[in-house]
């Protein structure tokens, strides 16, 4: 699975940005793809997934109510929609995919194998 991030960019808070993910090279049936962000300093933490198949979302309490998960089966293209960004949003965020994951372990990037090369968002105050 190749997995290409794009999107990210200087915003200031309050305002909004869309990431992509395309992907390639892979049926995605039974696979979850995520969003993680890491800033400087600080581990890899999970931001919202998104069950391929059934369309199923998953999101960190941080996020929610702010940021949404989607996907266009067709494009092979993951998304999200961040709103009423926050200085504390910014980091480099990466996209991940992988199969079998249960809802209970979504949130854990130590269990996805194919990952994106990561887009910096910076949000000013």
């Known amino acids: 699975v190749q997995l290409q991030a794009s999107g990210g960019g200087l915003v200031q808070a309050g305002g909004s940005l869309r990431l992509s993910c395309a992907a390639s090279g892979h049926t995605f049936s039974n696979y979850i793809m995520g969003w993680f962000r890491q800033a400087p300093g600080k581990e890899r933490e999970f931001v919202a997934a998104i069950r391929w198949s059934s369309g199923n979302t998953y999101y960190a309490d941080s996020v929610k109510g702010r940021f949404t998960i989607s996907r266009e089966k067709d494009k092979k293209t993951m998304y999200l929609q961040m709103n009423n960004l926050k200085p504390e949003d910014t980091a480099v965020y990466y996209c991940?995919?992988?199969?079998?994951?249960?809802?209970?372990?979504?949130?854990?990037?130590?269990?996805?194998?194919?990952w994106g090369q990561g887009t910096l968002v910076t949000v000013s105050s």
């Open positions: 991940a995919a992988q199969g079998g994951l249960i809802a209970s372990s979504v949130s854990r990037h130590d269990l996805y194998r194919n």
